[in-house]
């Protein structure tokens, strides 16, 4: 790989150690996949929660404050699990404190959200964002043309300490044309909620080999930014896609032509309903109808979002825990327009952690003998990670069958008629 | 039986092979703590990765797969080597930091030749591939 002098000096000189191990990574990451060289990076975005100790002070050692922006990720909350007397080790909360204090003193954001496009910090088209979170990966490259490659969450960070990333993959224009092609049959979409969207993602996900660029044609054009949203966000989740052209909705798919650059696709997947019913089953994994907790926000909510489930459980008392991921910032904007009172009045609760794989309410090692052994979400990103990281019984349905079900704690959902 | 193939993680290592025809993920299709497959419904549910060249499509899932192949590692529960068909940035940062030899690009069609149980080594650094069979 071909290196500037200033990246020369990064990895062989004696600057900080923990810029030379990243840069050591990213050659050797972007070696493998033939990347000609390095380019800078627009800002990072990391995860200190999900990173391993060892290897966040292997990565930081020495770091000064970055000139780029980086932000992080959904962060689990120590003290507030202590004060809901859940047994949280001494061990964990201080590395968790040790993590967040080395983050702050590198002059990073705590935004703390999969979603930070909610509060303004979004790319333009064409920026170079690496970042960890296959969720906001897929977000930023399909919504906004943003240029992200797949990536794990510690190359993430080796990323955001050097500010630099390979030149390899979806940051190339040539990789970021579609492959493969998604063709709705028979399908009435108007009466689709945000669960039907994530159904369809996860179902594509499934289908499509690889992690090339896909083409969803077939959806109204100028589709909202929420269902696009949840389409493309699902589909890493039981597959590898990290950029979806939803044709007629997002920056780079115009036409069907353009999304394609005016190739044939390499193979073609059709969706009916079958294929929607079958998977709104699999993500349902259950067996009496007992629900005991609702977790909503994967990704991270949407005020829009937060404001329909105000109006659910209004003067309701909630039977189960309810969760909404949210960043602190739109947590605020529903404390300041009166949805977050609503909520947590009748027993719900905001919390800026990943609700899918990070829930306290159903990670055992988290809630310990208060874990909920099942629970209710809409989306299918969440009832993956909940089924296979906690390993509870996941109930799958929209928001209304989710907060009826806390209402009443008893599981009522059922798979939709597709018309 | 010689397989030739494209170096994704370098280093060498062999064992008993576990075969998968689909995609992994190691957030979610590996617990880092018993070193076996968690997911329910999966074909290889409850099946050990924990120390086999482990043989499958490609990856996929949540970008905290490198996170959980640290971990695995670190409790000795990571496959001993990665033999797919072709990695994708998640996977081969994953193999490339926790040191697990990995290759990709396989010049035969690798689900023909190695069965679950066979005993295979893997040259990741030259790129190397060698069945031995059961």
């Known amino acids: ?10 990895l062989h000189g004696d600057g900080p150690p923990g810029i030379q191990r990243a840069i050591e990574l990213l050659v050797t990451l972007g070696d493998s996949f033939d990347a000609e060289k390095l380019v800078p990076i627009t800002y990072g975005h990391i995860s200190y929660d ?14 000064p404050p970055t000139p780029h922006r980086v932000t992080t990720h959904p962060s689990s909350q120590p003290e507030i699990y202590k004060a ?36 303004g910090i ?16 897929v977000a930023n490259n399909s919504l906004f043309g943003a240029r992200v490659d797949r990536m794990g ?14 030149l390899m993959g979806l940051v190339l224009q040539e990789n970021r044309y579609a492959r493969h092609l998604v063709e709705l049959e028979n399908l009435d979409v108007t009466d689709w909620t945000l669960s039907h969207y994530h159904c369809l993602g996860y179902y594509i996900g499934d289908q499509i080999p690889g992690f090339k660029p896909v083409a969803v044609n077939g959806l109204p054009h100028n589709l909202s930014f929420d269902f696009t949203r949840a389409l493309v966000i699902s589909m890493p989740t039981s597959g ?5 052209h939803v044709v007629g909705s997002t920056p780079e798919a115009p036409t069907l032509e353009a999304a394609l650059g005016n190739r044939k696709p390499e193979h073609v997947v059709r969706v009916g309903k079958k294929e929607l019913s079958e998977t709104w089953e699999r993500l349902n994994v259950w067996d009496d109808d007992i629900v005991e907790h609702v977790s909503f926000g994967c990704p991270h909510a949407t005020i829009d979002e937060i404001g329909r489930i105000s109006t ?29 009172d609503v909520i947590e009045k009748a027993g719900g609760q905001f919390l800026p952690v990943c609700p899918s794989i990070g829930n306290p309410f159903t990670r055992l090692d988290i809630a310990g003998h208060k874990q909920a052994k099942s629970a209710a979400t809409n989306s299918a990103r969440s009832a993956h990670y909940l089924a296979a990281v906690s390993g509870v019984k996941v109930f799958f349905g929209t928001e209304e069958e989710c907060v009826e079900a806390s209402i009443t704690g008893r599981w009522k959902g059922e798979i939709p008629k597709w018309k | 039986m010689e397989i030739r193939a494209h170096m994704v993680s370098a280093g060498k290592a062999e064992g008993l092979a576990l075969v998968y025809r689909g995609a992994f993920s190691f957030m979610g299709d590996l617990d880092p703590n018993t070193g076996r497959i968690p997911v329910p419904r999966h074909l290889l549910e409850g099946k050990k990765i924990a120390n086999k060249v482990f043989v499958f499509t490609t990856g996929k899932g949540s970008s905290g797969g490198d996170c959980i192949a640290w971990m695995a590692k670190e409790n000795g529960n990571a496959p001993s080597a990665i033999i797919c068909l072709e990695s994708e940035p998640v996977l081969s940062g994953a193999a490339i930091i926790t040191g697990i030899p990995a290759v990709d690009k396989p010049d035969k069609d690798i689900f023909e030749i190695i069965q679950t149980g066979d005993y295979v080594k893997v040259n990741a650094t030259e790129g190397l591939i060698e069945v031995l069979g059961k």
């Open chain 1, 312 to 340: 659910l459980v209004e003067g309701k008392e909630l039977k189960t825990s309810l969760l909404i991921g949210s960043s602190p910032s739109v947590e605020a904007l529903a404390r300041h327009q009166g949805y977050a």
């Open chain 1, 50 to 63: 999900l990173c391993p100790e060892a290897f966040w002070n292997l990565m930081t050692e020495g770091v």
């Open chain 1, 1 to 10: 790989m071909r290196l500037t002098e200033e990246e020369k000096r990064m």
């Open chain 1, 122 to 137: 979004m790319p333009k088209k064409g920026d170079i964002v690496p970042m960890g979170g296959s969720c906001m990966q």
């Open chain 1, 84 to 119: 809901w007397g859940l047994p949280v080790s001494d061990q964990s909360a201080e590395e968790h404190e040790r993590k967040l204090k080395r983050f702050k003193q590198l002059g990073w954001l705590r935004t703390e959200t999969c979603a930070e496009y909610l509060l």
């Open chain 1, 153 to 166: 969450v510690l190359v993430s960070l080796a990323a955001a300490v050097s500010g630099r990333y390979p």
């Open chain 1, 240 to 244: 590898a896609v990290t950029l979806a």
